[in-house]
Nanobody, 124 residues
Framework: QVHLVESGGGSVQTGGSLRLSCTTSGDTWSSDWVGWFRQVSGKEREGVAGIDKDGDTTYADSVKDRFTISTDNAKNTLYLQMNSLKPEDTAMYYC??????????????????WGQGTQVTVSS
């Protein structure tokens, strides 16, 4: 059984920064990809960033050069450093494992493990 627990969400002003963390249990890092998604109520879940077991990363165009995904395998933790935040980054953010990403896209339907989400709110 794999459990993913996110933390680090909150409210910031435009231009601010947040770092999300996702602590895992189980053999999560043997998954092909782990990643971060976000969802606004009434819209589809959007892939934000992914990282594979070799450390290769991919980012959605909307967050490229502002967000950085990383892992600390010793701590079984996945991070998302978010800088230069914009109001359009406001969403519930989820970490996920066991799926597939390519070409800047992480495909939510391929991920089998999900955290409960952490809210990020960016005010103008």
């Amino acid at each position: 059984q794999v459990h993913l627990v996110e933390s680090g969400g909150g409210s910031v002003q435009t231009g601010g920064s947040l770092r999300l963390s996702c602590t895992t249990s189980g053999d999560t890092w043997s998954s092909d990809w782990v990643g971060w998604f976000r969802q606004v109520s009434g819209k589809e879940r959007e892939g934000v960033a992914g990282i594979d077991k070799d450390g290769d990363t991919t980012y959605a165009d909307s967050v490229k050069d502002r967000f950085t995904i990383s892992t600390d395998n010793a701590k079984n933790t996945l991070y998302l450093q978010m800088n230069s935040l914009k109001p359009e980054d406001t969403a519930m953010y989820y970490c996920a494992a066991g799926g597939f990403c390519a070409g800047g896209h992480c495909y939510a339907s391929t991920f089998g493990y999900w955290g409960q989400g952490t809210q990020v709110t960016v005010s103008s």
